[in-house]
């Protein structure tokens, strides 16, 4: 499997792999709600911007936005594990990632 990076920033993993950004990184519109009583509001995700077409034997990197609005019609989307308990932090933040999760 081949994975391409559509973030701005540099992703590694655990095992010392490492990702560079992308040039053009895939981004989303969102539209959101107004908030509630309770401070809650609705976000619609809308038209992605910079993610190629399918391409056998690829994984494309984004952010937790990118495939989260990608996922009822993109299997090829990951996106950083940064939730997972075998991250590597640095000084607060996350510095590599055990590997990548898909939105199903």
């Known amino acids: 499997m081949k994975f391409i990076n559509l973030t701005p920033h540099v992703i590694r993993l655990n095992d ?3 990702f560079p950004p992308s040039e053009v990184p895939a981004r989303v519109d969102s539209k959101h709600s107004p908030f509630n009583e309770d401070g809650l509001c609705r976000v619609e995700f809308g038209k992605i911007y910079g993610l190629p ?3 056998e ?3 494309y990197i984004v952010s ?3 495939a989260t609005a990608a996922r009822t019609y993109r299997s090829d989307v990951v996106s950083p594990a940064t939730g997972h308990p075998d991250c590597v932090r640095k000084d607060g933040q996350v510095w590599s990632v055990p590997g990548f999760v898909r939105v199903w």
């Open 57 to 59: 034997g690829v994984c």
């Open 16 to 18: 010392g792999r490492e």
């Open 53 to 55: 077409e399918p391409e």
């Open 64 to 66: 937790g936005m990118v």
